[in-house]
Nanobody, 112 residues
Framework: QVQLVESGGGLAQPGGSLRLSCTVSGLRFSSARMSWYRQAPGKGRELVAFISSAGDNTNYADSVKGRFTISRDNVKNIVYLQMNSLKPEDTAIYYC?????WGQGTQVTVSS
């Protein structure tokens, strides 16, 4: 059974930081391309960041470039999303994905 479990969400102030984690089980993690998506209230789900199976290729949405960093640990089977310089518009539910599988999401709220 494939499971993706996100953690690390919460409340942050504008300009603050959070690190999300997604622990994966039930699939060959070291061969899986991983992505983080987010869905803000009333909006569709958007791709935030992508990382290749070996971790040597990453891509980011223009809205988070220079602020967010995706990384992975292929020993611990975890993918991370380091989020710095957070803005209120980053408020959303964040999901990790190893297509076609999804986690349950973790809420990130950026507010003063």
């Amino acid at each position: 059974q494939v499971q993706l479990v996100e953690s690390g969400g919460g409340l942050a102030q504008p300009g603050g930081s959070l690190r999300l984690s997604c622990t994966v089980s039930g699939l060959r993690f070291s061969s899986a391309r991983m992505s983080w998506y987010r869905q803000a209230p009333g909006k569709g789900r958007e791709l935030v960041a992508f990382i290749s199976s070996a971790g040597d290729n990453t891509n980011y949405a223009d809205s988070v470039k220079g602020r967010f960093t995706i990384s992975r640990d292929n020993v611990k089977n975890i993918v991370y999303l380091q989020m710095n310089s957070l803005k209120p518009e980053d408020t959303a539910i964040y999901y990790c994905s190893a297509p076609p599988f999804w986690g349950q999401g973790t809420q990130v709220t950026v507010s003063s």
